[in-house]
């Protein structure tokens, strides 16, 4: 179904605006974003691909390969080296899956499984930092000035972009109105 619907088009240039986003935001907003002692990580393309799974009906994107090629291009982008993000954006679908098995999908788990999801993606990018010594902040410092902010800006972007991608998705989604 996923070929024969408007997100085979709409679903990877929605991760590539994402992607993009979270840079560019940041960049703009960096006074903002990174005001000392606080930082706030733009994860533009994590609300994406959680709105795409709980959005996405019967059409079965996939998501894993999307993540892992978003993770790979946002590795090679902001670092020049494959990282990280190559493992945790996929991560971040599988945790969404399998918290979504157990869980009646509304707005209020939609929000509790994306949170959930960013306190992983952020603590295990954390601990691969602090793991190989670039990250020098201690863990009750990086809770306090980095992951709080970090999910109330995300939670804006989410709450913000809730029904527009909602609309957007399952109206690309449909593949009966053709």
Known sequence: MYRLSRLK??????LFVALFLDGSLSKIFADFFFHYPYAM????????LVCAYFFEGDVQIPLMGFAVA??????????????LFMFLYPMVVGLTKLLAKYMTPSFPIIILIFLIDLVVFELFNYWAYAAIGIAKVGLTGFLLDTLLPTLALNLVYLIV???PLQKLITWAADTERR
């Open 161 to 163: 972009l809730y029904l």
């Open 41 to 48: 990580v733009s994860q533009l393309v994590i609300v994406w």
């Open 70 to 83: 978003a993770g790979i291009v946002c590795d090679l982008y902001y670092s020049g080296i494959l990282g």
């Open 9 to 14: 088009y709409v679903f990877p240039l929605g």
